[in-house]
């Protein structure tokens, strides 16, 4: 064997050993980033990287539709250091684990409207705040009438898994009085708006969107010292969403694409499902098109128009276009289709608007 050949021998073994070494020692080295990882997660603070202000975060910016990138109804709002969130549908538990927030930290859950994919995740959401958080005291869950038999239907639900609970890991950890949720009907003035939460720099308004004939259906303007976030809820092109988000920093609003929906429309009629054709003939009515969204943000001229409930489902990134059809020609400022993990931020004391995808 010639020299050249021995030391490359060498060299292959040397590598076969080495990989030998590596294959054994796989569970430990995984077990030990599993480790740091959990550690670096359950020691950050989301809220103390931020800067003082307003942050906004899809949790979920789907709809009833099944949606790879999208998941039911949820958003998240962090002003200074309380955090809110809008509708709870489902996956948003991991929504907001994708966004680095745990339900541990939730102060409140809003919602828009009674409809099911709009709280469908709260169950699992109240569940993980008590237990992550050790909350003495439930969640207060605002809502429109009839949240009252949502929160309490919820809480016969998980009445044997309160139990369960409880009794397995002792009331210092899961304190009994803080499971589930605390309902609180919103009622609007004669003007259909209600302030909700008034607590120093922070005030909420809900105020009356027209999602007939689900009723009543709720839009929110948040503000956070000197920035305005304005979520539409489920709406037809409404004037009290025009008018709620005059000059606000951040209009979130829904968007359904008619073009779109036709082609799903067309397909159901092929394949002999008269049940989906009538369906998709009837939630047009009763939804904005991504062109009325883009009219309510250039007439109330807001600073940035991020769609959510996403309809129908955009599998493919290049359908966003297609999706969103003339309203980048009927408002010129920035405009963009929500995924789950976009995340907003809103710096207090400038007008600055960025924008990440987590």
């Known amino acids: 064997m010639t020299r050249p050949v021995r030391r490359l021998v060498a060299a292959l073994l040397a590598i076969a050993a080495l990989a030998a070494l590596a294959w ?10 599993v480790e740091r990882g959990a550690l670096a997660r359950l020691s950050a603070d989301p809220v103390g990287a931020l800067p003082d202000g307003l942050h906004v975060g899809l949790c979920g910016a789907g709809s009833p539709f099944p949606d790879e990138r999208r998941g039911g109804p949820c958003t998240l709002v962090l002003a200074g250091r309380r955090l809110l969130v809008f509708d709870a549908g489902s996956g948003a538990l991991r929504g907001l684990a994708r966004l680095g927030f745990e339900a541990g ?4 859950v809003l919602l828009t409207h009674l409809h099911s994919d709009h709280l469908d995740g709260l169950g699992e959401l109240l569940l993980q705040r008590w237990v992550a958080g050790a909350h003495p005291v439930p969640a207060p869950v ?8 949502v929160v309490e ?15 397995h890991h002792g009331e210092s950890i899961v304190p009994p009085g803080g499971a589930g949720g605390t309902a609180r009907p919103i009622v609007l003035g ?7 939460i008034a607590d120093g720099a922070l005030e909420v308004v809900a105020f009356a969107v027209d999602h007939s004939p689900v009723h009543p259906a709720l839009g929110y303007r948040i503000r956070y010292r000197d920035r305005t976030v304005v979520l539409s809820g489920d709406t037809r092109r409404s004037d009290a969403v025009r008018r709620e988000a005059e000059g606000a920093d951040l209009l979130v609003h829904e968007a359904l694409s008619r073009p779109l929906l036709a082609v799903l429309a067309r397909a159901a009629e092929a394949a002999q499902r008269p049940n989906l054709v009538k369906l998709f003939a009837d939630i047009v009515d009763y939804h904005a098109t991504p062109e009325e969204a883009a009219e309510t943000a250039r007439d109330a001229r807001v600073g940035y128009l991020l769609l959510n409930h996403i309809v129908p489902p955009l599998p493919m990134t ?10 980048p020609r009927i408002w010129n400022g920035p405009i963009r289709v929500g995924r789950d993990g976009d995340f907003v931020s809103l710096p207090a004391g400038s ?8």
Do not use: C, K, N, Q
């Open 190 to 196: 004669a003007d259909g708006r209600a302030v909700v």
């Open 351 to 358: 007008r600055a608007i960025s924008i990440s995808h987590r």
């Open 153 to 167: 239907g919820l809480g016969r639900v998980y009445a044997a898994d309160r139990g369960y609970r409880v009794a």
């Open 318 to 327: 290049a359908l966003e276009t297609a999706f969103l059809g003339d309203a």
């Open 105 to 108: 930290r939730v102060d409140e």
């Open 24 to 33: 054994m020692l796989r569970t430990p080295i995984a077990l030990a980033i």
């Open 142 to 149: 605002h809502g429109p009438a009839g949240v009252e038999a």
